[in-house]
């Protein structure tokens, strides 16, 4: 998921597009959560919080964003300062905001993007390829029981699963070259 992705949708948020926020929430929501979750290690409850007043922030405030394609780090960069504030409104003692910034954070936030971008290609691959990848690789389903399930040879559901990884690498490659001309 890029900036240019969510352009489109940001433009109709703006002009007051119930269904689009409700778009643009669902495509974002799992980069949010992970931030909280998975960067700044927030409590389920606190990262729910943190999700809550993010979104409403960003509704509050999105009609001063610039550049519709700049919504993605302007939510990640918003959903961190709230992390920071929970982590130091839930500290027993007083802390400087510098001090609650996890060490490894832009890794991890690395990491989530990377994570976004392979789950958007894996989207728009072609359904068979969604569903053979999906059984193998987060099922951890056998070549056995993905070739009963899908009625195919074990050996054609290894030939398949390797094709289709390459269809979405091309389809990932597709978007870094696509985001690297901004």
Same mark, same amino acid.
């Given at each position: 998921?890029?900036?240019?992705?969510?352009?489109?949708? *940001?433009?109709?948020?703006?002009?007051?597009?119930?269904?689009?926020?409700?778009? +643009? *929430?669902?495509?974002?929501?799992? =980069?949010? =959560?992970?931030?909280?979750?998975?960067? =700044? !290690?927030?409590?389920?409850?606190? %990262?729910?919080?943190?999700?809550?007043? @993010?979104? %409403?922030?960003?509704?509050?405030?999105?009609?001063?964003?610039?550049?519709?394609?700049?919504?993605?780090?302007? $939510?990640?960069?918003?959903?961190?300062?709230?992390?920071?504030?929970?982590?130091?409104? /839930?500290? !027993?003692?007083?802390?400087?905001?510098?001090? $609650?910034?996890?060490?490894? *954070?832009?890794? @991890?936030?690395?990491?989530?993007?990377?994570?976004?971008?392979?789950?958007?290609?894996?989207?728009?691959?072609?359904?068979?390829?969604?569903?053979?990848?999906?059984?193998?690789?987060?099922?951890?389903?056998? =070549?056995?029981?993905?070739? /009963?399930?899908?009625? +195919?040879?074990?050996?054609?559901?290894?030939? !398949?699963?390797? !094709?289709?990884? /390459?269809?979405?690498?091309?389809? $990932?490659?597709?978007?870094?070259?696509?985001?690297?001309?901004?």
């Amino acid at each position: 998921m890029t900036g240019d992705d969510l352009r489109p949708i *940001v433009s109709r948020c703006k002009d007051g597009d119930n269904a689009a926020w409700a778009e +643009l *929430v669902e495509r974002t929501s799992r =980069y949010v =959560y992970a931030i909280a979750v998975q960067a =700044y !290690r927030l409590s389920p409850h606190d %990262a729910e919080d943190v999700f809550q007043e @993010t979104y %409403a922030r960003a509704f509050e405030h999105l009609k001063k964003l610039r550049d519709d394609g700049a919504f993605l780090p302007w $939510l990640g960069q918003l959903t961190r300062r709230l992390c920071v504030d929970r982590l130091r409104a /839930t500290s !027993r003692e007083p802390v400087v905001a510098d001090e $609650l910034e996890p060490v490894d *954070v832009d890794e @991890t936030l690395g990491q989530v993007e990377e994570a976004m971008a392979v789950h958007d290609a894996l989207r728009a691959a072609p359904e068979h390829c969604q569903e053979i990848l999906d059984r193998f690789f987060c099922r951890d389903e056998s =070549y056995a029981t993905i070739g /009963t399930a899908l009625s +195919l040879p074990p050996g054609t559901i290894a030939s !398949r699963i390797s !094709r289709c990884l /390459t269809r979405l690498r091309d389809i $990932l490659d597709g978007k870094k070259t696509t985001a690297g001309v901004v």
